[in-house]
């Protein structure tokens, strides 16, 4: 894979660092998706998979001795109860944040799909004649593969995040919510840097961090235009608010000229007062702070008498399936604030090292929930498998999201659309036992099945219709044109000696 001259002083010299294998790049996740069955096991066969498995089995330990204490507890119940009638009028509080946003100078975007979501923000790079785009880490843009298509345009993007910068080098995707990286250990780290930087670095964590931020610096003051994704927007004031650990998101928003939020559709709520609820548990919930380090909130373009601040702000609102969603039995899914938690609790994503193995835009419960709904690939409908049915998710999530449920009915629509070939299976079991109930169903069958080899073509398999077709994948017809020899041949050296009421009831031709 070839790479272009960068504009960017980050990624120089990333075309020095290896690449990770194709199952698990950035850009392959929709045109290459592999069995699901297959990418897990491979998944859990990783040596990598173990130690980023233990170093989430660290952190859920870690959570699970706190629990829900007071005041969190009673943060919980409000959150959910927020979330919630966010969702019962989600169309009204959309239209209010439009209004808002609109006021301030803002613009806003509807974008039904992914593709139009991509869509958008290439038109506003286009015509802000972007060459250099900053990011901070935002998931609906992993969504929407929003890098990939601003790179065909010829437009450089560069993660911000430590732990989506670090990712982006190898090309990866990001394995957890909110620790991207979380796959990867320091060593891993630090030979991606190495190579980037084309000679030996110190390996001390901080000193790793302090050379990342070194390369960034630069990118921030350049670029023509930053992105970022929205953790909360505030329909009363149209107010979009960032939360980070590193700061990036501040600068993201306020250098470049231009600011792109890319949202979906559920992150508004409706009050400012909210956030009052809303940041301390998704701090909390995340990573056990009392709160983030940074809340950066923007409302509207830089205004007259301001020394920072964008001069344009665009606001990309992705439904994407989510309004229909909102409309069905699994609404509440979409009262989550993207905290991690749920992947961190859980087991099975703990054994797979991570989120790469569910090839979806969301691992983990959240996503084994989200991603069949949003449809992306038909390989989500599997999603929900991939679980222990522990209730360890339900447990941990801060909006009490009730995910252990979601999946068992998910489970059962998967297998009520799978009824007509299981109906055709049991047919096909029910006619094959009846042939085989007696000598003589046997051996017609016998016969029928020589005759249909010599007649029937080898390829027979691959013309079977329907739920038959995905049966016989894989499959070859066996050569039946010798079937019977073994009894034959048996009945030919049955010693002679043995009398007629000795010898067994003939089942073969």
């Known amino acids: 894979m070839s790479r272009a001259p960068h504009e960017s002083a980050a990624l120089t010299g990333r075309e020095r660092v290896p690449l990770t294998r194709p199952g698990w790049a950035a850009g392959e996740r929709q045109e290459h998706r592999r069995p699901l069955p297959l990418v897990a096991a491979e998944a859990v066969a990783r040596p990598e998979a173990r130690r980023s498995g233990a170093r989430l089995a660290d952190r859920s330990r870690d959570w699970h001795r706190g629990g829900w204490p007071e005041p969190m507890a009673g943060l919980r119940e409000r959150a959910a109860a927020i979330r919630r009638e966010t969702l019962a009028d989600l169309e009204g509080y959309l239209a209010a944040l439009t209004e808002r946003i609109t006021e301030h100078g803002g613009t806003v975007h509807r974008a039904a799909t992914a593709a139009d979501a991509a869509a958008a923000v290439r038109r506003i790079a286009a015509g802000a004649g972007a060459r250099l785009v900053v990011k901070s880490k935002s998931m609906v843009t992993e969504e929407i593969e929003l890098n990939r298509a601003l790179e065909a345009d010829g437009v450089e993007v560069v993660e911000t995040d430590l732990g989506e910068y670090i990712v982006q080098l190898g090309d990866e995707r990001p394995s957890h919510i909110i620790a991207p990286a979380v796959h990867l250990g320091r060593e891993d780290v630090a030979d991606r840097f190495e190579a980037l930087a084309g000679r030996r670095l110190d390996r001390d964590a901080a000193a790793l961090a302090s050379f990342a931020r070194g390369r960034l610096r630069e990118d921030f003051r350049r670029a023509d235009m930053g992105v970022t994704g929205v953790n909360f927007a505030v329909a009363e004031t149209g107010t979009l608010v960032t939360v980070t650990n590193e700061g990036n998101a501040r600068m993201v928003t306020s250098q470049p000229r231009v600011h792109v939020a890319v949202m979906t559709l559920e992150k508004v709520i409706p009050r400012m007062a909210d956030l009052g609820t809303l940041i301390p548990l998704l701090s909390y919930a995340g990573t056990r702070q ?29 439904d994407n399936g989510r309004s229909r969603i909102a409309r069905g039995k699994y609404a509440e899914v979409l009262a989550c604030i993207r905290c991690g938690a749920c992947q961190t609790a859980c087991p099975v994503f703990r054994t797979l090292g991570g989120g790469h193995a569910y090839g979806a835009t969301y691992g983990g419960p959240i996503g084994a929930v989200l991603s069949p709904l949003l449809g992306e690939h038909p390989a989500d409908a599997g999603l929900p498998f991939l679980s222990s049915l522990c209730g360890a998710c339900g447990d941990v999530c801060p909006v009490k999201i009730p995910l252990p449920d979601m999946l068992v009915d998910l489970r059962a629509d998967h297998a009520e659309r799978a009824a007509p070939a299981a109906l055709a299976a049991r047919a096909g079991w029910r006619a094959w036992a009846a042939a085989w109930s007696s000598g003589r169903g046997y051996a017609l069958s016998v016969a029928a099945a020589r005759l249909g080899s010599r007649l029937l073509p080898r390829r027979l398999l691959a013309a079977l219709p329907g739920p038959q077709r995905r049966w016989a994948r894989g499959r070859t017809l066996p050569d039946l044109r010798e079937a019977g020899r073994f009894r034959r041949t048996l009945r030919a050296l049955r010693p002679r000696r043995e009398g007629p009421a000795d010898r067994p009831e003939e089942v073969g031709p």
């Open 290 to 318: 009392p709160v983030t380090v940074y809340q950066s909130m923007v409302t509207g373009p830089r205004r007259e008498g301001e020394t920072d601040g964008p001069e344009e702000l665009h606001v990309v609102i992705l």
